[in-house]
């Protein structure tokens, strides 16, 4: 073997992928010392986007504070460009679900606001192109909080105005923009994301997402009929329709409540990066790909970074091996292109020991090595 590409996503909760893939390299390299290893680390939009990013261009990390989304104080980062054209952001830093303990986890009560700070810091720093990965949010407010943050007031049929959560959205009669940041008209918005549910509905925000991050099921249809209120608001005022837009539904409504005030584009998450990385350029001349996350399932190869992958080494028939934390639906993903898809796990362990990262690092440099060896004997067999 000439050629290995590493397009690793993170192991959420145990190990990210920079340190996954040098874990794998470190394998491949004592078995196969004089191949080619290339490293992508890759995301769909949610944790781990603004590094897989990052990896790629030459940026600055900004660190600044922030309201998370119970609007505690918290310190996050992102990368600008060395052009300082660029911001490199993601809704996990500063309102990803993560953040808030589980006994209060409520979308209707969490803000995006935090998210429209990073925004409001970066356009305050020059930036006027952005790239934003929606996953991984606390919220389902539609974005009131981002442009809460950014300048634009919600109003009640009272004159009263709103905080930017979740349960005011069946609330607002009246969307005020005079005070919005006058950099926003500026500015261009790439908004990754991995999903395409639409608005409101039973496939929409609050059905699909909201119970993941606390929803009741009381919850869930106060905050459907707010995201359909607040879409006729939109309507009325802004003369767009959002209800079904692919994506409209990403982030808690964010996908579809920030288009009528920004210029932005919904985009594939998994895609974004992947130009960014010029991954498709690299995949020439490769002879395997290994990619994996925590777990493995029917979604590994639906949109998500792994399929996005998977997408992309089929159009050059390059084979690709899956490795997981957890593996399900073996036959399914094989059915949909993967060569092969592994556990790492050695034996039967707790989840907790299975999280830890140092176990999931030896696993992964483990099971490329066994998975090389193979490989290499094979190879050597056909000679």
Same mark, same amino acid.
């Given at each position: ?38 490293? &992508?680390? +890759?995301?769909? *939009? !949610?944790?781990? =986007?603004?590094? #897989?990013?990052?990896?790629? @261009?030459?940026?600055?990390? /900004? ?40 006994p209060l986890r409520n979308p209707m009560n969490t803000t995006s606001y935090g ?14 192109? &952005?790239? +934003?990965?929606? *996953? !991984?949010?606390? =919220?389902?407010? #539609?974005?009131?909080?981002? @442009?809460?943050?950014?300048? /634009? ?72 009929? !707010? ?14 329709? /959002? ?41 020439q001349g490769a002879d395997l790909i290994f990619t994996g996350e925590g777990k ?88």
């Amino acid at each position: 073997m000439k050629k290995i590409i590493l397009a690793f996503d993170s192991f959420k909760g145990s190990a990210g992928s920079l340190d996954i893939a040098r874990y794998a390299r470190q394998a491949i390299r004592k078995e196969l010392p004089y191949c080619e290893v290339l490293e &992508f680390p +890759v995301a769909d *939009g !949610g944790e781990g =986007t603004t590094e #897989a990013i990052c990896t790629a @261009l030459e940026v600055n990390k /900004i660190f600044c504070e922030v309201h998370d989304p119970l609007m505690n104080p918290v310190e996050v980062s992102y990368g600008i460009t060395k052009d300082g054209a660029t911001a490199i952001l993601e809704m996990a830093s500063a309102s990803g679900l993560p953040l808030v303990a589980f006994p209060l986890r409520n979308p209707m009560n969490t803000t995006s606001y935090g998210t429209g700070e990073v925004i409001l810091d970066a356009l305050n720093r020059g930036c006027r192109q &952005f790239i +934003v990965g929606l *996953g !991984g949010s606390a =919220t389902n407010d #539609a974005g009131m909080g981002i @442009l809460s943050a950014l300048g /634009i007031r919600f109003f009640d049929k009272s004159g009263e105005r709103l905080e930017p959560k979740g349960s005011n959205l069946a609330a607002i009669e009246f969307i005020d923009e005079t005070f919005v940041h006058p950099a926003l008209k500026e500015a261009t918005f790439t908004m990754a994301c991995d999903v395409h549910n639409p608005f409101y509905g039973l496939q929409g925000a609050a059905y699909v997402f909201a119970p993941q991050k606390g929803a009741t099921p009381d919850h869930v249809i106060s905050l459907d009929e !707010g995201l359909r209120h607040y879409a006729e608001v939109i309507k009325r005022q802004k003369q767009m329709d /959002i209800a079904f837009i692919p994506g409209a539904g990403a982030a808690g409504g964010i996908g579809g409540g920030l288009l009528p005030f920004i210029q932005a584009e919904l985009k594939s998450g998994i895609d974004v990066i992947l130009d960014i990385l010029h991954f498709r350029e690299a995949l020439q001349g490769a002879d395997l790909i290994f990619t994996g996350e925590g777990k493995l399932d029917a979604q590994t190869g639906m949109g998500k970074a792994l399929g996005g992958i998977l997408k992309e080494a089929r159009k050059e028939n390059v084979p690709v091996i899956a490795l997981g934390g957890g593996v399900e639906a073996t036959e399914q993903l094989n059915k949909m292109g993967f060569t092969a898809v592994l556990s790492i796990q050695p034996a039967p362990v707790s989840l907790d020991k299975a999280m830890q990262q140092k176990f999931t690092l030896d696993n992964v440099e483990r099971t490329v090595t066994q998975l090389i060896r193979i490989i290499k004997q094979f190879s050597l067999n056909q000679k």
